[in-house]
């Protein structure tokens, strides 16, 4: 089994106002279009962008981001009108998650409910 990464994904969806269509073109661009009054002049539809940012660990940068795109799902979901959902994710390099651990131990004082952990 290959060895889990930390990876940061960014997550995206799109909640179109309900008179709209969204199309997204094969060369990645998304068109949004008038649906149902086609040829109408004028008009203000609004688009509602969905942006979510999560952690997390995966075995390699596609399963991070597969696992990104069920997220993005779950948070957005197509039963309450949101569509084209995206996930982007990097790899959270070793030193910098070494340097948030150091900066978090440092910081860190217990709660006084909390028991004593040895750091």
Same mark, same amino acid.
């Given at each position: &089994? +290959?060895?889990?990464?930390?990876? %940061?994904?960014?997550? =995206?969806?799109?909640?179109?106002?309900?008179?709209?269509?969204?199309?997204?073109?094969?060369?990645?661009?998304?068109?949004?279009?008038?649906?149902?009054? $086609?040829?109408?002049?004028?008009?203000?539809? +609004?688009? /509602?962008?969905?942006?979510?940012?999560?952690?997390?660990?995966?075995?390699?940068? +596609?399963?991070?981001?597969?696992?990104? @795109?069920?997220? %993005? #799902? %779950? &948070? =957005?979901? !197509?039963?309450?009108?949101?569509? @084209? #959902? =995206?996930?982007? $994710?990097?790899?959270?390099? #070793?030193?910098?998650? @070494?340097?948030?651990?150091?900066?978090? /131990?440092?910081?860190?004082?217990?709660?006084?409910?909390?028991? +004593?952990? !040895? &750091?």
């Amino acid at each position: &089994m +290959e060895k889990e990464k930390l990876y %940061a994904v960014a997550i =995206f969806a799109l909640k179109p106002d309900p008179e709209q269509t969204v199309i997204q073109k094969p060369d990645g661009r998304i068109i949004t279009s008038n649906s149902t009054r $086609a040829g109408s002049a004028g008009g203000t539809y +609004e688009t /509602t962008p969905g942006v979510g940012v999560t952690a997390l660990l995966a075995a390699s940068l +596609e399963l991070a981001v597969e696992a990104g @795109l069920r997220e %993005a #799902h %779950a &948070m =957005f979901p !197509e039963s309450e009108g949101w569509q @084209l #959902h =995206f996930a982007n $994710a990097v790899e959270i390099d #070793h030193s910098a998650i @070494l340097d948030a651990a150091n900066s978090i /131990t440092k910081d860190y004082q217990p709660k006084p409910d909390e028991p +004593e952990r !040895e &750091m």
